[in-house]
């Protein structure tokens, strides 16, 4: 897999985004721009897998996190909106000698990182021994064979009919429990949320005792 | 004595040239070592905002974030596959699918666990949640 001409430029432009909005992440002090910049970084990453030729990830990666979890993330830090931390009132990381730990354990982790890294690819170059030109040989020969879309500018591939076909052929045992987890995830998500008086109402109890317990919750709870 | 110097130079800069030109055309074509660095960043930076935020709302961003360092790693090994022709390619997209399932979920679970917490104990930072401790 070797990029060349204008996706050299896209991929050096998309990582260096989605490090930079990574690293404000962190350490952005207000958590509604931190849930921004974590959008900005999903969306980075999601130019990075069109770059790496799996448009059906990076559309899943846009739909699901972008759309639907960083919704959630910022309905929730809507509700448990904390000021003290937005003015400055409040540390936002931990204690120092925690934080100079949790930095040396990373640089720790980077190090090792980057150094199996490297030792494993000139590994796996070895192995498979490819060459540049070979690899973009090969891919331009594949992209000939392709289809042409309806707008004639672009060549459709076939990768979102492979992935859709594996999703339902040898990986359809992961598929229903990946269901059957988002059903508990549903059912588990509203069984926290929920406060004390709406759990009494599900618990079909006496309105007169709802109208006795329904402000204690202390007592609820002991009762239950 | 004083012609070794211009010769050590000579080397020195061969050398050094050699290197920097090796990793100039290196950047310019970026092959899979490039994404698993980038993808071993983001999971850094992910690891570092777990370990030092005290807000258990960005704890949780940066939760995502290392999922998505995981999810880069399959997509770029699946692009590797698929070019110089090993094992099933398309594994690595399927598995990212699930990935992102799961990540959904425990979002969900995650930010329920928030708003119980809040409304119990009025906070969200993780230092002051030491109901367990000891």
Known sequence: MILSGWETVFFWIFSLAAILAGLLTVMARNAVHSALFLISSLVSVAALFILLGAEFIAGVQILVYVGGVMVLFLFVIMLVNVGAEEEGRAAIFNRTPQVAAALIFSLLLIIGLLYAINSGYQGLQKRDSISAEKAAAASTAREQTLTTGATGVSRLTRETERVGASLYTYASLPFEIASLLLLVAIIGSVMLARTVKQEIAADDVDSEILKQTGSDEGEVSANR | ?134
């Open chain 2, 1 to 134: 004595m004083s012609h070794f110097v211009p010769v050590l130079l000579l080397i020195l800069q061969e050398t050094s040239g050699d290197r920097f030109s090796a990793a100039w055309e290196s950047t310019k074509h970026p092959d899979l070592s490039k994404f698993l660095v980038i993808a071993a960043i983001l999971f850094i930076i992910g690891v570092a905002g777990v370990l030092t935020r005290r807000n258990i709302i960005v704890i949780f961003m940066s939760i995502e974030l290392i999922l998505n360092a995981a999810n880069l790693n399959f997509i770029a090994f699946s692009r590797y596959l698929q070019d110089t022709g090993g094992a099933n390619p398309i594994a690595g997209q399927v598995f990212t699918v699930f990935i992102i399932v799961v990540a959904a979920a425990e979002a969900a679970i995650g930010l329920g666990i928030v708003i119980a917490l809040y409304r119990n104990r009025e906070t969200i930072w993780v230092d002051e949640i030491d109901l367990m401790k000891w």
